[in-house]
């Protein structure tokens, strides 16, 4: 009896961090909170697992294993890596950090009920950050005419959030909370805007697109009554964008609609390429990890032939998957986009089951439409990893609860 209130103290202890580890996250401060969250609650897991002698995780899925393989690529990179030491101390920093995530989130995110707590907190997460886009907007980037660097960096919670607002609409049953739920989605739409990230224009469109979809499938709701709540929410938009016309936002819509989007593209993708063309065989495989960074070397040199000058900062590939590529070779890459194939194919499976409720196969569509967000937007970034620690782990421990309900052949039909 003992034993059995000490463990459960200690879920709800493993909880609360889980939460802290969510939360800050995408602050940018807190790292001692990211830490913590990260490390204890598989601590308290291990512990948990070793008094009581339960499996830690089960391999039965081609899911997981392709999960393991990819945070493992990261360690066998560093081990051709010209700079061993150093290339693995990245692997601790971001493989390391989601392999063990993705362990707590396997073991914790096993009920419906769970799933639906960390829907409420995404909920809660979406509104903070529409308020630091307009704060820091209104603060500084329009008061003081900075740059948008101050609100940029706050489209990447919400494209993972942002999605899980659709939910209340899935549940609404009232014409007041309908009427509040398209306000908060109009103030969420201008927010996204605000930032003046394209690639998030474009990445959080198809996502909310995804949702609308999944509504429409699942609720069985006329194309008439989606068009209508549109129109609402463009006709909204327009509204609250009338009082704010920022004129840098302007200009970003006008190099979205013209096809401009940077120099920095023209030159670093071509130089990701070439600086992995001109990577060892091995080292092509399976990656060159952290060192010699030869790719820095080569945008030297496409930048002095096309500007005949040095360029002033160093830029990054700006694309995950180039980044992928050179780091952990084609050998993870392709690890990586299986597993996030397969996840998608379960993903649409599992929200054409019959067999679950229609509540927890919209909570999936949900996830995919995050994962859908970051895949897109991961063309043109490569600094993702906070999204990627949070969704995949989430996206398998999702998997993974749903595939066991069928399998035990729980009906859950539960409609609402």
């Not at 739920?181 to 605000?194: D, G, K």
């Amino acid at each position: 009896m003992l034993n059995n209130q000490f463990f459960k103290n200690l879920d709800l202890l493993k909880e609360g961090l889980i939460y802290i580890l969510i939360i800050f996250l995408f602050m940018d401060k807190g790292e001692t909170l990211r830490i913590i969250g990260i490390y204890v609650p598989f601590f308290l897991l291990v512990l948990k697992h070793i008094v009581l002698k339960e499996k830690l995780v089960r391999l039965n899925n081609s899911i997981l294993i392709l999960f393991f393989l990819f945070c493992l690529s990261g360690i066998i990179a560093s081990l051709f890596s010209p700079s061993f030491l150093y290339s693995l101390q990245w692997f601790k920093r971001t493989y390391l950090k989601l392999f063990l995530v993705g362990l707590v989130f396997l073991s914790f995110f096993n009920t419906q009920d769970k799933f639906f707590r960390l829907k409420y907190l995404f909920i809660i997460m979406t509104l903070i950050f529409i308020i630091f886009v307009y704060h820091d907007f209104y603060t500084n980037v329009l008061k003081y005419n900075t740059h948008e660097k101050y609100v940029r960096k706050y489209i990447y919670p919400l494209e993972i959030f942002l999605p899980f607002v659709f939910y209340p609409f899935f549940e609404q049953k009232s014409q007041f909370k309908y009427i509040g739920l398209l306000i908060i989605l109009s103030f969420s739409a201008v927010a996204v805007i605000l930032t003046g990230n394209r690639g998030g224009w474009i990445s959080v469109c198809i996502s909310l697109l995804i949702c609308a979809y999944g509504y429409l499938y699942l609720r069985k709701v006329e194309l008439r009554k989606l068009i209508v709540t549109i129109c609402c929410v463009f006709a909204v938009i327009t509204m609250l964008f009338i009082f704010s016309t920022p004129s840098h936002v302007k200009i970003k819509f006008e190099q979205l609609l013209s096809g401009y989007t940077s120099n920095r593209l023209e030159i670093v993708w071509p130089a990701a390429i070439e600086s992995y063309l001109n990577l060892s065989l091995t080292n092509k495989i399976f990656g060159n990890g952290l060192g010699r960074i030869t790719y820095l070397e080569d945008f030297k040199k496409w930048y002095l032939e096309r500007f005949n000058k040095e360029p002033v900062e160093f830029f990054s590939p700006h694309n995950f998957y180039l980044s992928i590529l050179y780091k952990q070779g084609i050998f993870g890459l392709l690890i990586f986009l299986s597993l996030v194939y397969i996840c998608i194919n379960k993903l649409i499976k599992i929200a054409k089951s019959s067999q679950l409720s229609i509540n927890i196969r919209f909570f999936g569509i949900c996830i995919l439409a995050s994962l859908i967000a970051i895949l897109i937007h991961s063309f043109v970034e490569d600094t993702l990893l906070g999204q990627w620690i949070l969704i995949i782990p989430l996206t398998i421990a999702y998997i993974n609860y749903t595939e066991n309900l069928l399998k035990n052949g729980e009906n859950n039909l539960s409609c609402s």
